[in-house]
């Protein structure tokens, strides 16, 4: 499967994931995990996605050695998108800075259940909603896939 494709399904796949409604017959305890398990199972698929679209946009044939992270650090400097997608997830005024900080958080230890609905908390700090980051993100892909077309 070519990356375009491969970052297209895995984004749609965190976009049902995220869809997939937490409550039911259940306490509140078990709808905040599920909730929790949706969340983290969207940013891992994000994750991968972020893998395929760096792929993708640096015409490699395979996924970066080291992830989109390495992808991101070593391309940025030759590659305008690349560049883009580096500010926009790594850097502290970057739009989807709080994306990249709770996709860093996943591989780590300090991500907790969601605070309320539409909301994950990494550490004590408030972040917007793994949807809302994935929205702008598929929009950010867009964009920079039609900017890599211009050149």
Same mark, same amino acid.
């Given at each position: 499967?070519?990356?375009?494709?491969?970052?297209?399904?895995?984004?749609?796949?965190?976009?049902?994931?995220?869809?997939?409604?937490?409550?039911?017959?259940?306490?509140?305890?078990?709808?905040?995990? #599920?909730?929790?398990?949706?969340?983290?199972?969207?940013?891992?698929?994000?994750?991968?996605?972020?893998?395929?679209?760096?792929?993708?946009?640096?015409?490699?044939?395979?996924?970066?050695?080291?992830?989109?992270?390495?992808?991101?650090?070593?391309?940025?400097?030759?590659?305008?998108?690349?560049?883009?997608?580096?500010?926009?997830?790594?850097?502290?005024?970057?739009?989807?800075?709080?994306?990249?900080?709770?996709?860093?958080?996943? #591989?780590?230890?300090?991500? /907790?259940?969601?605070?309320?609905?539409?909301?994950?908390?990494?550490?004590?700090?408030?972040?917007?909603?793994?949807?809302?980051?994935?929205?702008?993100? /598929?929009?950010?892909?867009?964009?920079?896939?039609?900017?890599?077309?211009?050149?």
């Amino acid at each position: 499967m070519e990356a375009r494709r491969r970052t297209n399904q895995l984004l749609y796949r965190a976009d049902l994931l995220l869809g997939q409604p937490a409550v039911g017959d259940v306490e509140q305890q078990l709808v905040d995990a #599920r909730r929790a398990a949706l969340e983290e199972g969207a940013l891992a698929l994000i994750d991968l996605a972020l893998d395929a679209l760096v792929a993708e946009l640096l015409r490699l044939p395979t996924w970066p050695q080291g992830g989109w992270r390495s992808g991101l650090i070593q391309g940025a400097d030759d590659n305008a998108e690349l560049s883009r997608l580096s500010a926009a997830l790594l850097s502290p005024e970057g739009e989807l800075r709080a994306l990249g900080e709770s996709l860093e958080a996943l #591989r780590g230890f300090e991500v /907790k259940a969601p605070v309320r609905p539409g909301m994950i908390a990494v550490g004590n700090a408030q972040r917007p909603s793994v949807e809302m980051s994935l929205v702008r993100l /598929k929009a950010l892909t867009n964009e920079l896939r039609e900017s890599a077309l211009e050149w």
